[in-house]
């Protein structure tokens, strides 16, 4: 699976923007997909993920109630609808993909083979 992610930006805090990731390959709907995002000097982070199996969503609890995650099986693309946007919220944002998460492990960056390259978003005080 090859994974590419868009629609990052420059927004003011309050704003909005929604991010894709469009993937290769016929088996998409049965990958669990995830968006985490790395903030300069910090670890890379789990921000939500929508399970292959069931289309379970879960969030980061610093996301929930802001950001909407979903997919598109017809087009292979994930998106993630991000209100509220906070300065805290600045980060590259990366989408993942794996066949074999298990729910005690799926917000583990290492539970994830396949990545996209990233998107860069900045949200202005």
């Known amino acids: 699976v090859q994974l590419q992610a868009s629609g990052g930006g420059l927004v003011q805090a309050g704003g909005s923007l929604r991010l894709s990731c469009a993937a290769s390959?016929?088996?998409?709907?049965?990958?669990?997909m995830a968006w985490f995002r790395q903030a300069p000097g910090k670890e890379r982070e789990f921000v939500t993920v929508i399970r292959g199996s069931s289309n379970i969503i879960y969030y980061a609890e610093s996301v929930k109630g802001r950001f909407t995650m979903s997919r598109d099986n017809a087009k292979n693309t994930i998106y993630l609808q991000m209100n509220s946007l906070k300065p805290e919220d600045t980060a590259i944002y990366y989408c993942?993909?794996?066949?074999?998460?298990?729910?005690?492990?799926?917000?583990?960056?290492?539970?994830?083979?396949?990545w996209g390259q990233g998107t860069q978003v900045t949200v202005s005080s």
């Open positions: 993942a993909a794996t066949a074999t998460a298990i729910l005690c492990t799926i917000r583990e960056s290492t539970s994830y083979h396949h």
């Open positions: 390959g016929r088996t998409f709907s049965r990958y669990s």
